[in-house]
């Protein structure tokens, strides 16, 4: 049901909309016969509003951009100002369009990126060559796991290992296959052929245990000891593209 402040009227047909515009008016000129520039062309499109709500929304950026004007300080803010709300549908589909592109940059720069990965130290699930799509704020909220595939910090290295341990996990190698606590580790992703050999460690608090899937060319915690959370750039999602 639509009630008499949703339907669609110009501002001079509501109580609502004519002070609204007689307020914003006000504002602007100050008594005289005209206001600033910014502040007339907001009131010069007020007849855009179509609704009672949206014409005190107006009103009230408009006078919000009328005494930046006064100020000196319009600039950029009130040309925004009236990118977003003034104009007619071509000109917010333009700034619609805009947003989605920033949005996109925003997301592959701070939160998916495609990473290409130029070693061979995941082989065979990613071989070098790869892009993978790669998590940089996810894995912080929820945590790594064990299995993950990680980017090792920096991001631009591409250098990808596995998580094998977690923080307060007891590690050992015995017979070429990788223990945790005791029990032999379910690792589906080697290669059938792979052996595995590690001195025993325990994993301390803050840190994970990494081993490259190429075992034999990996060089991963056994050289380097346990990687510092803080140190994980991020974790692989999926493979994107292959190796040409």
Known sequence: MVTASETPTSVSGSV???????????????????????????????????????AIRWAAGGLWVSWRERTGRVGIVAAV????????????????????VGLALLIHQFVLTVVYVPSVTMEPGVRAGDRVLVDRVGFRLTGLDVGDTIVVSPMGSGYTLRVVGLPGD??????????????????PYLAADTTTECQAVAVPDGHVYLLGDNRASARDSRVDGPMAEDKVAGRVVTRVSAAD
Do not use: Q, Y
Not at 19 to 41: F, S, Y
Not at 170 to 187: M, Q
């Open 16 to 54: 609502v909309r004519r002070c609204a515009r007689a307020i914003l008016t006000r504002a602007v000129r100050r008594g005289a016969a005209r206001g600033g520039v910014w502040g007339e062309a907001v009131l010069a499109e007020m007849e855009e509003a179509r609704t009672d709500v949206e």
């Open 81 to 100: 100002f009236g990118w977003l709300f003034g104009g007619g549908w071509i000109r917010r589909l333009a700034v619609v369009a805009v947003l989605l």
């Open 170 to 187: 007891e590690l050992a190698c015995r017979d070429g296959k990788l223990f945790r606590n005791g029990s032999p580790a379910n690792e």
